[in-house]
Every structure is written in C-alpha cells, then in structure tokens.
C-alpha cells in the first residue's frame, strides 16, 4: 500500500517550488523529486491558496476539493518519492470536479514524464511597493 503523508513545513513548500513546474487553468501543480524521507512515506502532498483567490470560505472550500483530488489520484499516478504541491488559481474554486480530477491526471502524467512547463520569467529590478521606510534614501 502506498503511504502518503502531508507537507507540513514552509521549507518543504518553497523547496516544492524548485521542481517540475505544470500549469492548468484551475491550479499549479509543483513535484519535487527525490526529496520524501524514506521512514515518513512513499510520496507527499500540499495545497496552498493565497488570500488573492477570495475570503477564508472560498480557500478552505478549494483545499478541501484539491485534498480530495490529490487523496484520490496520487496512489495511482503519483511519483513515488516526491513532493506534490498543488496552488489554487482564481477560477478554481467553480471548475467541475470532473474536470479538475482529468486536469490533474493530464498534470500528473505530464510531471511524470518530465515534461513541465518552462521556467517563469523573472521581473527585472524590484521596485519599491510601499511607503519608504523613515530614515532610508531620499
């Protein structure tokens, strides 16, 4: 039986965002090989929604929804001995279940096969996005 545990530690999301990168309309799906420890399972998993998707309900309804999905899809179709994170996407939340679980299928046989989408461009120089702090520059 395949044991599958759940991220739990930041460290491990931010370290998800350095794998296979595959893109949907209703989620992100991140898989980070290679990095599950032996003793705690075969494979994990993780969700996160950021509050830009909508209030409390709406992201612990999409959650729920991707928890049962990947609970569902990753004994079959997961890569043993990775990290699965899902991100939710604006639109999400109203997607048909049916269709989110043939999404994830496509996603998951694409990560599989190596095939993620490529990297994201990086923005030039940072700007500043707020008040200047006092004492700091001009």
């Keep these: 039986m395949t044991r599958i ?4 530690k930041r460290a491990d999301f931010v ?12 989620f992100v799906l991140l898989v980070n090989r ?8 075969d494979m994990r998993f993780g969700v996160t929604v950021t509050k830009k998707i909508g209030n409390a309900v709406v ?4 959650k729920r929804r991707f928890r049962a999905l990947l609970r569902e899809a990753l004994p079959q179709a ?3 001995g990775a990290d ?14 049916a269709l989110l ?3 994830l299928a496509v996603a998951l046989s694409r990560a599989a096969a190596g095939k ?8 030039g120089p940072r700007q500043n996005q707020g008040r200047a702090k006092p004492g700091r520059g001009k």
Excluded: L, Q, Y
């Design 84 to 97: 699965h994170v899902m991100i939710g996407r604006e639109g999400g939340v109203e997607r048909d279940f």
């Design 101 to 103: 679980r043939d999404e």
């Design 15 to 26: 370290a998800a965002n350095r794998g296979i990168r595959v893109a949907r309309p209703g």
């Design 5 to 8: 545990a759940t991220i739990r």
């Design 59 to 62: 992201r612990n309804r999409m």
């Design 78 to 80: 997961g890569i043993a």
């Design 34 to 41: 290679d990095c599950v420890p032996a003793a705690e399972a």
């Design 116 to 123: 993620g989408d490529p990297p994201r461009k990086r923005g």
